[in-house]
């Protein structure tokens, strides 16, 4: 009986000390373009307090309907507001606790190889020339944020219809990059954080900020603890801000 209880006795203590010394897991939901800042972001936040980051990377829209179906995500990261809005609606996250982090621009991008240097955006067959029957990549126009803003940029400047048979829509802005870097699209519209990430791939030119909306990565809590908030405001640090500047993203 006496070392039934020496067991019992030690086995509680084993898993007292356990439970206090496991780090507490954050589930940080984050639009594709974020992999490389908030990979560094979330390995800096690791070194200073007693939190360990599981990233979960995706286009806004997937991700977002994961969280709406009961995925365990702590923190959201979107590349637009729309998609931000829909938790919002759902209910899912309170409007107060949204922030805006950062914002980001959209360039065209050919193959390294390509004899492209710089391109007419305005000119339909220009386009037409470019692609010459083949594929322009970019973020699904439908639901993709990348290709949200792509698809509004080319209408501006007249030019979708011309392009929109040839458009192949990738899950997320990182295959659309993806496939320009194989050569298997001549050209494709991604964030220009993304294009600076390869050297497989030049920029032609950047599209002009007024020819869509403003390119914003709202961020908000969406498990509150005292972690959540932890990790929500090292987001808004001037230690994260250099880290997304590294990056190429703006305040």
Request: proline share 3%; net charge neutral; glycine share 4%.
């Given at each position: 009986?006496?070392?039934?209880?020496?067991?019992?006795?030690?086995?509680?203590?084993?898993?007292?000390?356990?439970?206090?010394?496991?780090?507490?897991?954050?589930?940080?939901?984050?639009?594709?373009?974020?992999?490389?800042?908030?990979n560094e972001i979330a390995q800096n936040f690791e070194e200073k307090y007693d939190v360990s980051i599981t990233p979960v990377y995706?286009?806004?829209?997937?991700?977002?309907?994961?969280?709406?179906?009961?995925?365990?995500?702590?923190?959201?990261?979107?590349?637009?507001?729309?998609?931000?809005?829909?938790?919002?609606?759902?209910?899912?996250?309170?409007?107060?606790?949204?922030?805006?982090?950062?914002?980001?621009?959209?360039?065209?991008?050919?193959?390294?190889?390509?004899?492209?240097?710089?391109?007419?955006?305005?000119?339909?067959?220009?386009?037409?020339?470019?692609?010459?029957?083949?594929?322009?990549?970019?973020?699904?126009?439908?639901?993709?944020?990348?290709?949200?803003?792509?698809?509004?940029?080319?209408?501006?400047?007249?030019?979708?219809?011309?392009?929109?048979?040839?458009?192949?829509?990738?899950?997320?802005?990182?295959?659309?990059?993806?496939?320009?870097?194989?050569?298997?699209?001549?050209?494709?519209?991604?964030?220009?954080?993304?294009?600076?990430?390869?050297?497989?791939?030049?920029?032609?030119?950047?599209?002009?900020?007024?020819?869509?909306?403003?390119?914003?990565?709202?961020?908000?809590?969406?498990?509150?603890?005292?972690?959540?908030?932890?990790?929500?405001?090292?987001?808004?640090?001037?230690?994260?801000?250099?880290?997304?500047?590294?990056?190429?993203?703006?305040?």
């Amino acid at each position: 009986m006496k070392a039934w209880k020496q067991h019992a006795c030690l086995a509680a203590v084993l898993s007292i000390s356990f439970s206090a010394n496991a780090a507490t897991n954050l589930k940080v939901y984050a639009a594709s373009s974020m992999t490389n800042a908030i990979n560094e972001i979330a390995q800096n936040f690791e070194e200073k307090y007693d939190v360990s980051i599981t990233p979960v990377y995706g286009g806004s829209s997937s991700i977002a309907r994961q969280i709406i179906n009961g995925a365990p995500a702590d923190v959201f990261i979107s590349a637009n507001t729309k998609w931000m809005d829909y938790l919002v609606d759902k209910n899912v996250i309170y409007r107060d606790n949204v922030t805006n982090l950062v914002r980001n621009s959209l360039v065209l991008i050919a193959p390294q190889s390509s004899e492209l240097t710089s391109f007419n955006f305005s000119d339909a067959k220009a386009w037409e020339k470019a692609l010459h029957g083949n594929r322009l990549a970019l973020g699904n126009p439908t639901s993709v944020p990348a290709g949200m803003y792509a698809k509004e940029s080319l209408t501006t400047l007249g030019v979708w219809k011309a392009v929109q048979t040839h458009v192949a829509p990738a899950k997320n802005v990182r295959l659309a990059l993806a496939l320009v870097e194989r050569g298997e699209a001549p050209l494709g519209v991604v964030y220009k954080t993304d294009a600076q990430l390869t050297d497989k791939v030049k920029i032609l030119g950047e599209f002009a900020s007024d020819t869509h909306a403003a390119i914003v990565y709202p961020a908000a809590i969406v498990n509150d603890s005292t972690e959540s908030e932890q990790f929500f405001q090292y987001l808004k640090s001037d230690e994260a801000a250099r880290v997304f500047a590294q990056y190429g993203f703006q305040q």
